[in-house]
């Protein structure tokens, strides 16, 4: 009996300590990835501001979540365009919030929200012509999340989620990087 209750009180600090340390925990990612591919700004900006494209080169297409729908509404490119998705795993939506270009590149600004209340992102993607030719491009991928509900035990995924959220991104660069190189 003696052992069975230190086994309990063992398990009971444990369980306080974590809640107590999750506190100390981020409960935001914040990814940063780059690639810089063989193709001008213009050819790649073209899949990154036509979401009915994303699927095709993103880390979270169909390839990888095999029940996942979208649907579209709004212009077909550029601010205002929306993209909705419904899986098993999630279900959400992204808008195109502002899209800019000038002789220095390329700049598309873009929010997420989870329809289950359970978080909210926003990110960009910023295009820079590279090399003598311009025919390069240098590809930044930013996604900044949070993490809402339930808070103990998001915050101490966070670590992980930012691991997966960098090698997602990555892959999704990849991916472009096949459809302009190809």
Do not use: C
Not at 5 to 26: A, E, H, K, Q, T
Not at 73 to 95: K, R, Y
Not at 137 to 154: G, H, Q, Y
Request: charged share 20%; aromatic share 8%.
């Amino acid at each position: 009996m003696k052992i069975l209750r230190m086994i309990g009180i063992g398990v009971g600090v444990l369980l306080i300590l974590l809640v107590v340390v999750s506190f100390f925990l981020p409960n935001k990612t914040d990814s940063e990835v780059e690639l810089t591919v063989s193709a001008p700004p213009a050819e790649v900006f073209a899949l990154i501001v036509r979401l009915q494209s994303w699927p095709e080169w993103t880390a979270w297409g169909p390839e990888q979540i095999h029940d996942i729908e979208y649907s579209f509404e709004g212009p077909e490119e550029g601010v205002g365009a929306i993209m909705h998705w419904s899986s098993e795993q999630t279900n959400g939506s992204l808008t195109i919030e502002s899209v800019e270009s000038d002789d220095q590149g390329r700049r598309m600004h873009y929010s997420i929200t989870m329809e289950n209340g359970s978080g909210a992102a926003e990110g960009d993607f910023t295009l820079t012509p590279f090399g003598d030719d311009g025919r390069q491009t240098k590809i930044v991928w930013r996604d900044a999340a949070e993490i809402k509900s339930p808070p103990v035990l998001n915050r101490l995924m966070t670590p992980l989620m930012q691991s997966m959220m960098d090698e997602a991104l990555a892959k999704g660069l990849q991916g472009i990087q096949a459809k302009v190189e190809n």
